[in-house]
């Protein structure tokens, strides 16, 4: 028989020759955002604080009675004792949504707490951060950003001619946003360009925010990465990125809405709130 001519090709660790490239492993994520255990104080402590029991049941009876829409409930910490707002804040916990207005010479700080629709509202001069006011809302988002995100200035300049040398599409989407903004009326739904499924040129992301300009609120939301909003200087626009737990940019979205869907709180997640928050009032009579 003829012999069968089958090359022999050595296998195994060091039989292959070395082009100098190691493996890399895809990067992990970092891990989402959790929130803290809030550790309850003994209802002998609270007992001794009559300002901070008070404060609590007026925040379940009014979280149990609020609804999606209706105006928010602000209730104000001032008279609070310092031991009293400890106490308070022991409660409340942190919770994933940060915001920020800016407001001429003061700053809104505002806070989620762990328990949805319940956020804490800190006015601080704009100048060395003093504080100047301290209150809890009850809302799906507090007033603050719904009456002062924007200022009035529903003009866009849709001008291609002055636009910078190697823009695309943002004349385009300079002119499909000031004919929403003109369209726009409350309780519309959104209208929502997704950049992220466009060929944008770096000059294309420069000139939108240079046209549209930056607004006083910010909003941060943590969870498994972040979303982060912002109001920008034309009415009723809103640029949102989500970004993964590394930090890496996946969503890039313009909305023309009154607020964001994403940034409200939801109807189901308020209602288990004011039931955690029964149960926790309950522990002190």
């Not at 028989?1 to 082009?19: A, E, F, R, W």
């Not at 866009?156 to 695309?168: C, E, F, M, R």
């Not at 950049?195 to 939108?208: F, I, R």
């Not at 640029?239 to 409200?264: C, G, H, M, R």
């Amino acid at each position: 028989m003829k012999p069968i001519d089958i090359p022999v090709v050595p296998l195994g660790p060091g039989s292959q020759p070395d082009d100098g490239d190691a493996f890399e492993f895809m990067e992990m994520p970092r891990g989402m955002f959790q929130h803290e255990i809030v550790s309850l104080p003994e209802p002998e402590n609270i007992g001794k604080l009559p300002a901070a029991r008070q404060l609590l049941q007026a925040l379940h009876q009014g979280i149990s009675d609020y609804r999606c829409g209706q105006p928010p409930v602000h209730l104000g910490m001032n008279h609070l004792t310092a031991e009293e707002n400890s106490l308070i804040n022991q409660i409340l916990g942190e919770g994933e949504v940060s915001i920020t207005v800016e407001r001429g010479e003061t700053r809104l700080q505002i806070q989620e707490s762990v328990l949805t629709g319940l956020w804490r509202i800190q006015t601080r001069a704009a100048a060395d951060g003093h504080l100047l006011d301290d209150a809890i809302e009850i809302a799906d988002i507090p007033a603050a950003v719904r009456e002062h995100s924007f200022s009035g200035d529903r003009a866009v300049d849709t001008d291609p001619a002055t636009l910078p040398a190697g823009v695309q599409n943002s004349p385009a989407l300079l002119v499909e946003i000031a004919d929403a903004i003109a369209a726009f009326r409350p309780g519309r739904p959104a209208h929502v360009i997704n950049l992220t499924l466009l060929p944008l040129t770096p000059e294309d992301l420069l000139a939108l925010g240079e046209r549209l300009g930056v607004g006083p609120t910010t909003l941060l939301s943590r969870g498994y990465g972040n979303c982060r909003i912002g109001a920008t200087a034309k009415d009723n626009v809103w640029w949102i990125k989500y970004f993964n737990s590394q930090d890496v940019l996946i969503l890039n979205t313009i909305e023309i809405t009154a607020i964001p869907e994403v940034a409200l709180a939801a109807q189901e997640d308020i209602d288990d709130s004011a039931e955690r928050l029964g149960e926790i009032t309950a522990m002190y009579g």
